[in-house]
């Protein structure tokens, strides 16, 4: 099974500013990587599949990109709804998930 | 719209059995894999199983083969999650989720409403 680490596991970052959060696969993958946002107490929601692509009804903000192992979610300017958790996915395996907190 | 419904909470002892379900509608049934992924108590996620409803083909999750079975009733668009002898590690949400598209791998795009499993003596 493939083993996915993510980083940070928290960060706290002002509102306009740039984050990336980090996956990084255990061997090499294909490109299902997905990305999920969960708020507390509620269901993941799907942002990011096959690496790069926009779930429909996702803002533009988010992004995705793929350098060898390493998977990079970024959020261009970042919002006060964007708090909450954030996990990569790869088959059957999720990464820890970072939480990211408004400053 | 496509929405699946979980069943409500439940509260067991350790040893007894648990089926619970989710229901999908909205979309054909079987046409999407239908997975569970288990969030235990302020930890994160993980994925426990997937089913091709229309084939049942089965995927496991690391560490969860054997340990739950996944089923489905097609002519109720019911995906059902059960566990034989219950252990009070499996406390947790349990929410289903469909896969994207129609084969294994793609993730997940809509989702339960997540259902509590309270395992104590």
């Known amino acids: 099974d493939i083993q996915m680490t993510q980083s940070p596991s928290t960060l706290s970052a002002s509102v306009g500013d740039r984050v990336t959060i980090t996956c990084r696969a255990s061997?090499?993958?294909?490109?299902?990587l997905a990305w999920y946002q969960q708020k507390p107490g509620k269901a993941p929601n799907l942002l990011i599949y096959k690496t790069s692509s926009l779930q429909s009804g996702v803002p533009s903000r988010f992004s995705g990109s793929r350098s060898g192992t390493e998977f990079t979610l970024t959020i261009s300017s970042l919002q006060p709804d964007d708090f909450g958790t954030y996990y990569c996915?790869?088959?059957?395996?999720f990464g820890g998930g970072t939480k990211v907190e408004i400053k | 719209e496509v929405q699946l419904v979980q069943s409500g909470a439940e509260v067991k002892k350790p040893g007894e059995s648990l089926k619970i379900s989710c229901k999908g509608s909205g979309y054909r049934f079987t046409n999407y894999w239908i997975g569970w992924v288990r969030q235990m108590p302020g930890k994160g996620l993980e994925w426990m199983i997937i089913?091709?409803?229309?084939?049942?083909?089965?995927r496991y999750g690391p560490s969860f083969e054997g340990q739950v079975t996944i089923s489905v009733d097609k002519s109720i668009s019911t995906a059902y999650l059960q566990w034989s002898s219950l252990k009070a590690s499996d406390t947790a949400i349990y929410y289903c989720?469909?896969?994207?598209?129609?084969?294994?791998?793609?993730?997940?795009?809509?989702w339960g409403q997540g259902t509590q499993v309270t395992v104590s003596s």
């Open positions: 089913i091709d409803p229309g084939d049942s083909d089965i």
């Open positions: 989720a469909r896969g994207r598209g129609p084969s294994y791998g793609w993730p997940f795009d809509f």
């Open positions: 996915q790869q088959y059957n395996s």
């Open positions: 061997h090499s993958i294909s490109d299902w």
